[in-house]
């Protein structure tokens, strides 16, 4: 730890006397807190930042090669201990690990995906994790699997599973899987629609691509001959390929997806890595913007951030807090050049452009690395990154310092379901503060064959928070006003910041249930309700309605939207403004 602050105040020594106007700073830290793995996988693999023992701190799993057991790194809250988690794992090599609550329970059960042996699916019972992967109705034979990816395509509340299979000779297919609720999963690959492919797919990964509500699933492929392929969700249990109309259908040599709302428009943005491609259909990486009616067009040109050279792992990450999300990409680069970068932080300069700054940390990179994740390992509200290297290069945590350097505000959000997925898998997170719109989405399974935390960081600049809203997989939305920043919090499905409770307030007003389903009551003591109008969450009016003077009002909302709304109730004394939530 002396080391480590040794070095902290001498990169404060170095800002000071810089003239460079960098916002974001980088320290390789994985030396310093005992973390030293690597491994000689073919075509790499991936890492874990979740924590997996539920105490509140991101803790690190690694993937490893043939021989090795995983990796397990236990975060103390001032450093890392390797603990072992599973005294008979089989010594396979792991393309992917990733923790996930398969049965509601609210701990962390765990799957590894091995591309030349079986998957591996464990359940953690009272903290112990024990093999189910024969009664659990999953392969028991090798599936070429490069990644086991997560998401509640049918909406019931389980976690369901897709095998994305990497076969050279394409036999072997991908598949997906139903969780049947009991632990138990049902292949309903060909039932589905997705049907037996084998496409060289590094991954399957599951968004809501068109705002319906239902989780579409995104392939990337690994080679030229075989294109990427978006299937839409038909809301039914059944998906249909929509690749060529929405434009997603690339020819490259895809390896990860980084998935969020770049640009703030509510709609999803899929960030895409390719090899070093100087020439072809598709050249160097792609950024999928969103177009927000089915369609998808490639920025990453005039974003400028193509990223020319052999890359792996991304991620959209906001590294200095600002409110604008930045982007990671780590890569296997021969040499390290000006044009050829072993990575690269593209930091967003809020137009819709990107700047590669140089001055940052990431220039000490000269490690060939595939996967990468994000996490807060020392609970400061800044996201910090884990890279996995290999062939001679141990893995990188990457502390994130740019605190250092400014002092925006954050708000740190792990979602907690109820009707949804424990994980909250799905769910959409929407902020506003300072006038400024933000998206987040929970995705379990993103960067290359990587699994981010479960905590969301969002930056807030120097503002505060208008408002959050979370909008469930099972369709419910919470809304909540009083939220200071700076803070980590659990939101919980269903809670918001509204009662089902008829409390009268102050001015003898009381508005219940809240949340409503088919009617909502209003009570005034001293005033006579005239009219009430209800807005949605964008301003417009829903609901105008006059009454008879009276006290006492009751109003049918059946009809509305499940979602938060604004009543605006007028009496005769004046008006009042509350929020309601339809369910």
Request: charge should be negative; glycine fraction near 10%; proline fraction near 2%.
């Amino acid at each position: 730890m002396q080391i480590r602050l040794k070095k902290f105040w001498l990169l404060l020594l170095l800002i000071a006397t810089s003239f460079s106007q960098a916002q974001v700073l980088f320290d390789q830290v994985a030396d310093d807190l005992g973390i030293e793995v690597t491994s000689n996988i073919d075509l790499g693999s991936g890492v874990s930042f979740c924590d997996f023992n539920g105490d509140g701190w991101d803790d690190l799993t690694f993937a490893t090669q043939e021989g090795i057991q995983v990796r397990f790194f236990e975060n103390t809250g001032g450093g890392f201990n390797e603990v072992f988690l599973i005294d008979d794992t089989p010594l396979y090599t792991n393309k992917q690990v990733i923790w996930v609550d398969i049965d509601n329970d609210g701990d962390k059960d765990f799957f590894t995906a091995n591309a030349e042996f079986p998957n591996v699916l464990y359940e953690n019972v009272a903290g112990e994790l024990v093999d189910i992967t024969a009664e659990s109705g999953l392969p028991t034979v090798s599936r070429m699997t490069q990644s086991g990816n997560w998401g509640d395509y049918d909406n019931d509340g389980y976690l369901d599973l897709f095998l994305a299979s990497r076969d050279p000779d394409q036999i072997i297919s991908n598949q997906l899987f139903r969780n049947n609720g009991d632990n138990t999963f049902t292949d309903v690959t060909l039932s589905s629609g997705i049907g037996e492919v084998s496409e060289l797919t590094f991954q399957g990964t599951f968004f809501d691509y068109n705002n319906d509500g239902h989780l579409d699933l995104y392939l990337i492929n690994d080679r030229a001959f075989t294109r990427n392929i978006l299937y839409r969700n038909n809301g039914d249990g059944t998906f249909s390929d929509v690749s060529v109309e929405s434009g997603t259908d690339y020819r490259m040599d895809a390896m990860s997806v980084a998935l969020e709302d770049y640009d703030a428009d509510g709609y999803i943005d899929v960030y895409i890595t390719n090899v070093f491609a100087p020439s072809g259909e598709t050249v160097g990486n792609v950024l999928m913007k969103n177009n927000g009616d089915g369609t998808f067009s490639n920025e990453a040109v005039a974003a400028e951030v193509r990223f020319d050279t052999w890359s792996w792992g991304a991620n959209w990450t906001d590294a200095d807090n600002d409110g604008f999300l930045d982007l990671y990409v780590s890569g296997a680069s021969p040499v390290n050049t000006a044009t050829l970068n072993a990575a690269a932080l593209y930091v967003n300069d809020g137009d819709g452009t990107f700047t590669e700054e140089d001055e940052n940390g990431f220039e000490e990179d000269l490690a060939n690395s595939f996967g990468n994740a994000l996490g807060d390992f020392n609970n400061d509200g800044y996201q910090d990154i884990v890279v996995t290297n290999h062939f001679g290069h141990l893995s990188y945590l990457w502390e994130n310092q740019s605190f250092s350097l400014t002092a925006n505000n954050y708000i740190a959000l792990k979602m907690q379901g109820v009707a949804s997925n424990r994980d909250g898998a799905g769910a959409r997170i929407v902020i506003m503060s300072g006038g400024q719109k933000q998206d987040r989405v929970v995705a379990l399974g993103e960067s290359y064959l990587s699994q981010n935390s479960n905590t969301e960081i969002i930056g807030l600049g120097n503002h505060g928070l208008d408002y959050v809203q979370v909008i469930w997989p099972s369709g419910t939305v919470d809304f909540y006003d009083d939220i200071t920043p700076n803070q980590r919090l659990t939101l919980i499905e269903g809670v918001g910041y509204l009662s089902a409770n008829t409390p009268v307030d102050q001015s003898g007003f009381a508005m219940y249930p809240n949340p409503a389903v088919s009617q909502l009551n209003l009570l005034h003591t001293g005033a006579q309700i005239e009219a009430v109008r209800i807005y949605n969450t964008l301003g417009q009016l829903i609901l105008n309605q006059r009454f008879d003077n009276a006290n006492s009002q009751q109003l049918e909302v059946g009809h509305l939207t499940a979602g938060a709304y604004w009543v605006e109730v007028l009496t005769d004394s004046g008006r009042l403004t509350k929020k309601l939530i339809k369910q």
